[in-house]
């Protein structure tokens, strides 16, 4: 079975203005176009590329597939990001204002993605993914900060922000369970703050 490597995307403008993206589909600053480039120096070879369908991370795919030859992109639409519903486009302060106390209990509102759903489409592209390319021995995939989240919170690992073009290696084994691999940063971490 493949490895699959699941990577966050580039910096989107809602990055750089410090809003909660969810769903949302706000395009990739230069920064982080740059970013994508940057990050094909530490990516070694890879049979696929597969992305979410999100602008930011469908655009930084398409930007690694062109510099490394590899594509075309997939795109898997069970690997967009988690609807983070009426706090889309909000930033910190805003949410606190809103619903006070929420984000340190990490209570969330009505409409926002949980976990076991967000897992279930999550766990469903990935095998569906590995299945159909089993002739592949590494995967690109370029996704979002809370895919990665939820995943390392099913394995138990601590949570610790996922800046841009970071993630973490994953594969599944011969009964089809996945398993959690290393983390990975391809590029210097600009301490852009974590927001879905």
Known sequence: ?????????????????????????????????????????????FDLIVSSPLERAKNTASIISETMGVGPVRTEKGLMERDAGPWQGLTRLEIENGWPGFLESGERPEGYEPNPDLLSRVFESLSKISESSKSSDSILVVSHAGIVHALENFYNQPSQRVPNLGGRWFQFDVGNELIIGKRVALIEDAAIPDLL
Do not use: C, F, Y
């Open 1 to 45: 079975m493949p490895k699959l490597l699941i990577v966050r995307h580039g910096q989107s403008e809602w990055n750089a203005l410090g809003r909660w993206q969810g769903q949302a589909d706000p395009p990739l600053t230069d920064l982080g176009a740059n970013q994508a480039k940057m990050a094909t120096k530490k990516l070694g070879l």
